[in-house]
């Protein structure tokens, strides 16, 4: 009895050995994402940057669903690429995005204070209806994005529509060229939704309005990962904790990750999120000590406060008031 129950064993681990010859090895996608500092300024550029890696190597031709949101709106959703612009038939994709008026005839030019319309085209491949979530994001000249605007609906197999979205223009805008980018997700990726193809941008201009002094040069920087985007926080931009969400699908897969940084005013020296004579206050107290004799109005952070930290004050004043 003995010698048969073990001859039976051995029958079915030969068996198995022959049915599945290779041993399984799981297959997993990851994503991350990381800012450059954990907080900003006002005015600074901020450097959104991760990797997508399958099986711990580099992926070189994925896309990544961006979503960045301040405390009160979505400020950014695009789709960004891995070292390599994939491309493939794509079952759902923007074909076109076109800046117009809203009746959808093209134009080239937005006044400040006004509504952007862009008129976006896409297309469903699939031989199934799809659900889609259409965007258009605009960016000013100096990479400041100045809102997005989404639209959801179902569309119909093999069939092709468009839409057209409004985005305000606020006065804080930098006048000069600008580019609105047109991207196609199965949701919002902050609740998990994947871009479905590349996206789509074209430029346009910016005019009228108080003259704006030049953004400074973005600062190059070696910055580790295979996706990275950079944007600039206006001065139109609440503080407070801003949220990043990223989602990815790539070989039938998909990862999400998210993270948050902190955005605060230079010359807030009270922390009530606005630049005004409580903060002038504070400053005049601690005028020309080294070290400060309040921390707080040393604005620049060189230890002395000054007419460096007074020339702060008066850039951000008013701002929050």
Known sequence: MKKTSLFFLFLVNLTAIIINPFPYVSSSLNLTVKTD???????????VYGNLTLNNTTVQDGLIALEVNDPYRTLVVRTLTTNTTPT?????NVTDV??????GNPKESFQKETLAYFNVTVSNNDIEMRWVLVTANI?????APLGVAGFQGVVKENSTFSVIMGVPIPETAETGNATV???AYSEWPRIGGKPYCPEQSETFEITNGSTQTSSPPIKEQEIEGNYNTTLKLSFGEPLGTYTIHVTSIYQGQTATNSTQFEVNIQGDANGDGSVDGSDFFI????????PPSDPRADFTGDGTVDGSDFFILLQNWGYGA
């Open 139 to 143: 960016y000013d000249e100096s990479q």
């Open 37 to 47: 500092k954990p907080s900003y300024n006002i005015g600074e550029y901020v450097c």
């Open 283 to 290: 400053f005049l107290q601690a005028w020309g000590t080294s």
């Open 88 to 92: 493939a038939d794509w079952l759902v």
């Open 181 to 183: 980018y047109a991207n």
């Open 98 to 103: 076109t800046p117009c008026d809203e009746y």
